[in-house]
T-cell receptor, first 114, second 112 residues
């Protein structure tokens, strides 16, 4: 039972254009969402997060949107750069007592073409 | 500020053996979590420790265990290794409160 789903295993985007990575979740208890970026042979690197009390959070070229009614979030990267090429993981958690567990999607491999 | 350090980086073991992996969290971080990454299942939560106590455990068999020491360093152990245990094992640390998870580079375990 996959509680966090990233339905696109891969995405190719031209340099300078917008990259949109999508993520869906099924567990209504999730109230905090994170995006991680991962290069081969390295651990995931935190990018940006959003609490369920917000519907948008921006950090430079990265913006995360949350649609709670649809249980959907998306990561927008504008403009996309070749260095953004990596695997992007969506993760979710909830603020239950003592619960510091992240549930991850299976990732989307982004390729930014120069 | 030093990051999360995992040792060793690579490990090859034979089926049936046991293995111990080590994780040193960021200084001041008291929570340490472990994750298994495989091509088929993605990143899956193993367990989380805080102040030497296991607070949460994922859906893995009892062959997977861990512990945390008083200096917050953590080890995970896998006994009676199976071929399917081949994976990248990632450790993440976070501050006392909040969700500031920082991951290490992982230990690549290959079981032959």
């Amino acid at each position: 039972d996959q509680q966090v789903k990233q339905n696109s295993p891969s995405l190719s985007v031209q340099e300078g254009r917008i990259s949109i990575l999508n993520c869906d979740y099924t567990n209504s208890m999730f109230d905090y969402f994170l995006w991680y970026k991962k290069y081969p042979a390295e651990g995931p690197t935190f990018l940006i997060s959003i609490s369920s009390i917000k519907d948008k959070n921006e950090d430079g070229r990265f913006t995360v949107f949350l649609n709670k009614s649809a249980k959907h979030l998306s990561l927008h990267i504008v403009p996309s750069q070749p260095g953004d090429s990596a695997v992007y993981f969506c993760a979710a958690t909830y603020s239950g007592a003592g619960s510091y567990q992240l549930t991850f999607g299976k990732g989307t491999k982004l390729s930014v073409i120069p | 500020k030093a990051g999360v350090t995992q040792t060793p980086r690579y490990l090859i073991k034979t089926r049936g053996q046991q293995v111990t992996l080590s994780c040193s969290p960021i200084s001041g971080h008291r929570s340490v979590s472990w994750y298994q990454q495989t091509p088929g299942q993605g990143l899956q939560f193993l367990f989380e420790y805080f102040s030497e106590t296991q607070r949460n455990k994922g859906n893995f068999p009892g062959r997977f265990s861990g512990r945390q020491f008083s200096n917050s360093r953590s080890e995970m152990n896998v006994s009676t290794l199976e071929l399917g245990d081949s994976a990248l094992y990632l450790c993440a640390s976070s501050p006392t409160e909040g969700y500031g998870y920082t991951f290490g580079s992982g230990t690549r375990l290959t079981v032959v």
